[in-house]
């Protein structure tokens, strides 16, 4: 037996130990889901797991990608190591053998733990592959969800394609786990789609041919994070130059995640008042995160990298030699051009939304934000409820809109950093299946009241049957 397989072993015996995996406790509904969960990345897998612990376990993860391409991880994530710090706790629900460092401990030795630095990006995916297999999760992959058809009546029928073509499933309750731009779309400036043929350019969030991109000077657009992993990546692989522009002048040194893990903001940020989350978040909005110091080292330590600090883009167009781009410090002209513009969060930009959309409550219809706070990106936010569920817009979009749950980074203004990131999952993941399992309990309220109120099965069978001889007082 390999040390992983013992490792798997270990983790079976400790699910057996927790009771993982007893019989669920809610009554069957002939062909529906209990929950069916959107997305098999790391935050649907760990939902699905969380809701069995909850013994909620008719349930289905559905996901678009192919198995092990799920996510970032495997595709479009172009560092090497994760960002986060390594010992961050995410998706192991303080199970010690279902975590990071058991499964890269168990493999590799306590020693090695301590001498990474951080997580390896492709071990990362390794272990949510290892966590779906030792959990035995019922995920369905190349299997989208392209429309929520709500009826109002506790169901939702969701319009699925799959490797069998199109179906319809029904689930009472549907978990949005879709990822960071799964409450909108990642964001390619009108500026660049309206003047360039799309072989010009992509969004990091792409798949890229790097290696057609040998010897060619390539633009990246943007500061994030995602711009550094990109121009290191695109520079190891011999593209010619990568400029790298960002409209700051300078980028930004301070991570205001790093403070909310330290502090007690992650854990409870839902304890603020709408004024006080608005106020943390259009900041946070503003501030930004810093690149990595080890990414940005890597992509600098290329002598074909550029950085323009202060250089918005004015216009670009296409010419017969490249893409032109203008800026206030002079033209350029690149053969490729890599977004890195982050996401917009609106559920108006979600197909599979488009039925439900109107009748969801956004921040805007909520709460109206001071204007130096004000952030037209923030009033477009749902406005969750304390479960992650969408809340209705007017007291008759109710029925239509119980049961559906945003998991997803859209949850960010009214839950904090909790899915999508791995920072705020071991705290959104309890309060979630929580969320989910208390709706499925107060559905079926009533016939677990009468249920309970009629309950009559005996628990106490035993007779005394006294001995010869004794004597039987009666009183
Ligand atoms: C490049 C990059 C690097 C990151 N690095 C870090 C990091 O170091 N640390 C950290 O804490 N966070 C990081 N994040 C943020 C976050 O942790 C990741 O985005 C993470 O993948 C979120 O997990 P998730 O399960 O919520 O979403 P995902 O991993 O994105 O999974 C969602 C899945 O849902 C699928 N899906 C979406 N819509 C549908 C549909 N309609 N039907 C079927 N399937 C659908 C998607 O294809 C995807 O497979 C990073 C994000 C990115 C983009």
Do not use: F, M
């Given at each position: 037996m390999n040390k992983l397989d013992a490792h798997t072993r270990l983790v079976r015996k400790d699910l057996e130990i927790l009771g993982i995996?007893?019989?669920?406790w809610v009554s069957p509904r002939d062909g529906i889901f209990d929950v069916v969960i959107v997305g098999g990345g790391q935050s649907g897998l760990a939902a699905a797991f969380g809701l069995i612990r909850e013994r909620v376990s008719n349930i289905l993860v559905i996901d678009e990608n192919p198995a092990g391409q799920e996510g970032p991880w495997g595709t479009y994530a172009r560092m090497i190591t994760l960002r986060t710090p390594k010992d961050l706790l995410s998706i192991d629900f303080g199970i010690p053998s279902l975590t990071f460092r058991a499964w890269w401990s168990a493999q590799h030795g306590e020693d090695s733990w301590h001498a990474i630095g951080k997580i390896p990006r492709a071990d990362w995916m390794r272990y949510l592959h290892w966590y779906r297999e030792v959990l035995d999760l019922p995920v369905e992959n190349c299997t989208r969800l392209e429309r929520i058809e709500p009826t109002g009546k506790g169901v939702h029928h969701l319009h699925v394609i799959g490797p069998s073509g199109a179906r319809r499933i029904t689930a009472r309750k549907v978990v949005l786990a879709t990822g960071i731009q799964g409450g909108g779309e990642w964001h390619t400036p009108k500026m660049v789609s309206d003047a360039l043929p799309k072989s010009r350019y992509a969004h990091t969030s792409e798949v890229i041919d790097f290696e057609g991109l040998q010897g060619k000077r390539i633009a990246i657009l943007g500061g994030g994070a995602s711009a550094f992993d990109n121009a290191q990546h695109a520079l190891g692989l011999g593209a010619g130059s990568v400029d790298v522009f960002i409209r700051r002048p300078e980028i930004p040194k301070v991570n205001p995640i790093r403070f909310m893990e330290k502090s007690g903001f992650v854990p409870r940020f839902s304890t603020l008042s709408d004024a006080e989350k608005y106020k943390v978040m259009s900041s946070f909005l503003r501030r930004n995160q810093p690149p990595t110091n080890d990414t940005f080292q890597r992509a600098a330590s290329y002598p074909g990298f550029r950085l323009h600090k202060g250089t918005g883009w004015d216009s670009v167009r296409e010419t017969p030699i490249g893409a032109e781009v203008t800026t206030p410090r002079g033209k350029f002209t690149f053969d490729f051009i890599i977004l890195s513009t982050g996401l917009l969060t609106d559920v108006c930009l979600r197909p599979e939304l488009a039925e439900l959309e109107p009748r969801i409550a956004r921040w805007g219809d909520r709460f109206a934000a001071p204007g130096d706070d004000q952030n037209d990106l923030l009033d477009r936010h749902p406005y969750l409820g304390a479960g992650f569920e969408f809340t209705p817009?007017?007291?008759?979009d109710a029925p239509m809109v119980h049961g559906v749950f945003a998991f997803n980074y859209s949850a960010l203004l009214s839950l904090g950093l909790s899915a999508s990131a791995l920072t705020g999952l071991p705290y959104a993941l309890p309060r979630l299946v929580r969320g989910v399992a208390d709706q499925l309990f107060l559905d079926d309220k009533a016939d677990w009241m009468s249920a309970y109120l009629s309950y009559s099965e005996q628990e106490f069978v035993s007779e005394w049957l006294p001995q010869p001889g004794a004597t039987v007082e009666t009183t």
């Open positions: 995996g007893q019989p669920t817009r007017a007291p008759d």
